[in-house]
């Protein structure tokens, strides 16, 4: 395949399987969380005091603005996702351009396109696509040829914004800050200015929401995050799947490594590389924003893997970054490689290499995240329970539902407190699950008993986690509260679970009279 296709090819590829995905992709369990919540906030509903809410604040009122004249449903929050992809996609490509040549462009391309895992990432109602749009704003910021303190205060602002909605941008941003003091350190008036940006926005975005409940946000935010008991077996897992749906990025990123120690014959050479790299030469100001942003980029990746509940889904935020980086290395590495020049043989092999790693990447994961129509977990199976919700409740009814939030959503019917995020924790007295609007097994004995839900949604997988632990619920103890549930409830309606086809899903409507 000739560069003249390969590009086309890449953006046909990348633009269609986002499309694919947004339509048929696989219905991720976060992504009805998010799209209730981006509702709840243009109610009024405040996160943390009014719901739980185990993310930084921003991300509901970002996605909720559209949603709130588009509809809130798993599409059009999907659709969203694809504008912010599509905008981190093609500056990828226009950064690559700058920075690398067309060289960096086919490669950042090829990895971006055909690493079908990353598109589908980018493309589910969560914040991965808008946290990587972030990201490459930031690097595009700091390389436009404007006076550094103005483009550090921007880039600094555009990341302290991704901290709004996306804590773990918060270790990239004091690595990024901490490198600028190190390039500016004779100068380090121009460090001020993107420092006091950090504390005034971040002053700005969270106040407000400290001050209404101090408890709740640090549990939210903090706290949570303390109490998830996730052991070193799922590390491992998390870094073998990291591994594989990114198996062909890390030959490309070897081979440069290698390619550059051989060129380093000593201690002293590699030195002499650094002090090139932190160089005050104004002429090369910018040399050392590369090894800067491979270090934000290598720790971020570890932190993906070691984070108390590894996702191999969090490296999709990061990616952009390094297939930018790696399409600029192997920019540089085919630009000292005199014998690729004289040798077309090894050029076309090296090409050819790339090609059939990207194809191999693309079919290797490309039909993952489908859901098949017969396994009805494609988002466009949640409206057959949805319009049954609607046709046997009212307008003002409110509902239970431990299987997803998108069902309430899509039928138009408002959730209980305490069941728009994580559902169960029968560890917490009642102050406490109240507090933190959350359920423990009084307060769901309450719901129940007195019948304020017109419509109980459960499923096989319900109950079956006791949270903040997310450690497994004594089969016993889950079969006390589904006996609760049938106390004071009758099953009206089974479906195919949307989540796993292996499972199913279940609807109860109150018994008439007191209970049984």
Not at 348 to 362: D, E, M, N, Q, R
Not at 381 to 387: L, M, N, T
Request: charged content about 15%; glycine content about 6%; some cysteine.
């Amino acid at each position: 395949m000739s560069k003249n296709l390969f590009l086309p090819c890449a953006i046909i590829t990348y633009i269609g399987l986002s499309i694919l995905y947004l339509v048929a992709g696989h219905l991720h369990n976060a992504e009805s969380g998010y799209v209730h919540v981006s509702q709840l906030v243009y109610q009024g509903k405040i996160p943390y005091l009014d719901f739980a809410y185990n993310q930084t604040p921003l991300y509901p009122y970002i996605l909720g603005l559209p949603l709130h004249f588009l509809g809130h449903n798993i599409y059009t929050g999907r659709a969203c996702s694809l504008f912010f992809s599509l905008l981190t996609f093609f500056l990828s490509l226009r950064l690559a351009k700058k920075l690398g040549g067309n060289t960096a462009v086919m490669v950042t391309a090829g990895l971006l396109a055909f690493n079908a895992f990353q598109v589908y990432s980018l493309i589910i109602t969560k914040m991965y696509a808008l946290t990587a749009l972030v990201i490459m704003l930031a690097v595009y910021v700091l390389f436009l040829p404007i006076k550094k303190p103005m483009g550090y205060s921007l880039a600094v602002a555009i990341l302290t914004i991704g901290i709004g909605f996306r804590l773990t941008l918060l270790p990239a941003l004091l690595i990024i800050l901490a490198g600028m003091v190190v390039l500016e350190r004779r100068r380090l008036g121009n460090v001020i200015p993107p420092i006091l940006t950090f504390i005034m926005l971040s002053f700005i975005i969270f106040t407000p929401f400290a001050v209404n409940g101090w408890e709740q946000f640090y549990y939210n935010i903090i706290g949570h995050n303390l109490d998830i008991s996730i052991g070193m077996m799922a590390k491992l897992h998390a870094s073998n799947e990291l591994f594989r749906y990114y198996f062909f990025s890390f030959l490309m990123l070897a081979f440069i490594g290698t390619y550059r120690l051989m060129q380093l014959s000593s201690w002293s050479s590699f030195k002499e590389r650094a002090i090139q790299c932190l160089s005050d030469d104004e002429a090369d100001s910018k040399a050392g924003y590369i090894p800067l942003l491979w270090t934000v980029a290598a720790l971020m990746t570890a932190s993906h893997v070691m984070s108390k509940l590894p996702q191999v889904s969090y490296q999709s935020t990061v990616f952009p970054l390094i297939a930018l980086l790696t399409g600029i290395g192997f920019s540089r590495m085919n630009k000292d490689m005199e014998l690729m020049k004289q040798n077309d043989v090894i050029a076309s092999g090296l090409k050819l290499a790339f090609i059939a790693g990207c194809i191999l990447t693309l079919l290797s994961h490309g039909l993952s995240s489908l859901a098949p129509a017969r396994n009805r977990h494609s988002p466009m199976f949640i409206k057959d329970e949805a319009a049954f919700i609607k046709a046997h409740t009212g307008p003002e009814d409110k509902i239970i539902s431990s299987d997803t939030p998108l069902i309430a959503v899509e039928a138009q019917r408002e959730l209980l407190r305490g069941f728009s995020w994580n559902e169960y924790y029968p560890e917490w007295s009642v102050e406490r699950a109240k507090k933190m609007s959350v359920v423990n097994n009084e307060i769901l004995h309450d719901y129940l008993a007195k019948k304020e839900a017109e419509a109980v949604i459960i499923s096989d997988a319900s109950f079956t986690l006791s949270f903040p632990s997310f450690r497994p619920l004594a089969p016993e103890k889950r079969e006390e509260v589904i006996d609760m549930v049938k106390k004071y409830y009758y099953l009206a309606k089974t479906f195919p679970n949307i989540y796993n086809s292996k499972l199913k899903t279940y609807i109860y409507f109150p018994k008439p009279g007191n209970g049984e």
